[in-house]
């Protein structure tokens, strides 16, 4: 366990560190959230390379973004938003876990947009590991031309045959609690939410078309392929509801956290 925790907390430094650099600014709030079992089989030696740990950074994004868009120069946008992640500063892994991940994007399982901001959710493949991504960019008309600029990321790491130390619903209410923290990804007025169900972990009598949160049907449900397993990328744009995450309601056939 307390080598578990170092790992976490040399990976927190680094991030901390990395934003700095792609914000410019020397004020951030880091708020870092363990989703999907953060830490899998503690009796396991390789615990840390066995299982699925996402790291989510958020801060005071009305402060931060708005500082980071404004040092932004028109020379900084490009034509495509893959353009504009490969100029960017921002990378995918972590080089002290061996995990290194080209700029591109394998598989976008979605593309979120409005006037102002695209966000992207994409996966990345690097043999048997994978990076789950959510990137954010700024649109601006330059010269006449839409262009974008990347200004922030948040990524999970994952590798093929990891596995699960609790229930799927557990793993339902970490990612329900994280909303508080992800409203940076939100390009609406309303309270943005996801999550990944894999079909795998669903028992008799579940289905994922029964999922609702405050009995709400999620905007989008993108059924993929997870190293050939199942998996459903539920979302909602504009989730109703003004509580805080951990006390979000929820069911997957009649079942829930009860």
Not at 13 to 33: D, H, N, P, S, W
Not at 133 to 146: D, I, L, Q, R
Not at 174 to 201: C, M, P, V
Not at 241 to 249: F, V
């Amino acid at each position: 366990m307390k080598q578990i925790v170092i790992s976490i907390l040399k990976t927190i430094f680094k991030i901390i560190k990395a934003v700095l650099c792609v914000a410019g600014v020397m004020a951030v709030i880091l708020i870092v959230t363990a989703f999907k079992d953060a830490v899998m089989d503690k009796s396991n030696e390789n615990t840390e390379n066995t299982g699925q740990t996402e790291i989510e950074i958020s801060g005071d994004f009305s402060n931060l973004e708005k500082q980071l868009e404004n040092k932004l120069s028109d020379k900084e946008y490009y034509s495509t938003i893959q353009e504009a992640y490969k100029h960017s500063r921002i990378t995918l892994g972590d080089k002290e876990l061996g995990l290194e991940y080209e700029k591109r994007m394998d598989h976008v399982l979605a593309d979120f947009r409005n006037r102002d901001y695209v966000v992207i959710r994409f996966l990345v493949y690097d043999g048997e590991r994978m990076c789950e991504t959510f990137m954010k960019f700024k649109t601006k008309e330059v010269n006449g031309k839409k262009k974008y600029a990347a200004i922030s990321a948040s990524q999970t790491y994952d590798k093929k045959g990891g596995y699960y130390s609790s229930t799927l619903y557990h793993t339902i209410e970490t990612e329900l609690w994280a909303t508080d923290f992800i409203q940076d990804l939100s390009i609406t007025d309303g309270k943005f939410a996801y999550g990944e169900i894999e079909n795998h972990r669903l028992k008799q009598g579940e289905d994922i078309r029964a999922f609702r949160v405050e009995k709400q049907k999620p905007n989008g449900i993108i059924e993929h392929k997870h190293y050939g397993r199942r998996e459903y990328f539920w979302y909602f744009m504009d989730l109703q509801s003004n509580k805080p995450g951990k006390d979000l309601d929820y069911e997957l056939k009649g079942q829930g956290n009860e």
